[in-house]
C-alpha cells in the first residue's frame, strides 16, 4: 500500500478519535470513549503499519489488533442498546 495513503488513513483515523473524545469530555458518555480508543487503535495500527520494512497488511500482528478495534465497537453498540442504565 502506498505510504502516502497509509498517512492520510492514520491522519484520519487520529482525528476521528479526537472528535469522539472530545464528545466524551462533554457527555462522559461510555460508547463516545470506546469508538475513540477504537479509532486511536486503529491509527496507532496505521501507523505501525507504515513505519515496518515492507508495508503488506497480511502480517496476523495487523489483523489481530484491528479485529480489536472492531470487537471494540460492536461492545459500545452492544453495551448501548442491551444495558440498562438505573435512572433517577
Do not use: C, Q
Not at 484520519?12 to 478519535?17: C, E, G, M, V
Not at 479526537?18 to 460508547?31: A, P, Y
Amino acid at each position: 500500500m502506498d505510504l502516502m495513503l497509509l498517512g492520510a488513513i492514520v491522519m484520519a483515523t487520529l482525528t476521528a478519535a479526537l472528535f469522539f473524545l472530545r464528545f466524551w469530555k462533554h457527555t462522559r458518555d461510555r460508547f463516545f470513549l470506546y469508538f475513540a480508543m477504537s479509532f486511536g487503535i486503529e491509527g496507532v495500527n496505521r501507523a505501525a503499519l507504515a513505519l515496518t520494512g515492507n508495508p503488506n497488511e497480511d502480517r496476523p500482528f495487523f489483523y489481530f489488533v484491528r479485529f480489536l478495534s472492531f470487537v471494540l465497537i460492536v461492545v459500545a453498540i452492544a453495551e448501548k442498546n442491551f444495558v440498562k442504565r438505573k435512572h433517577p
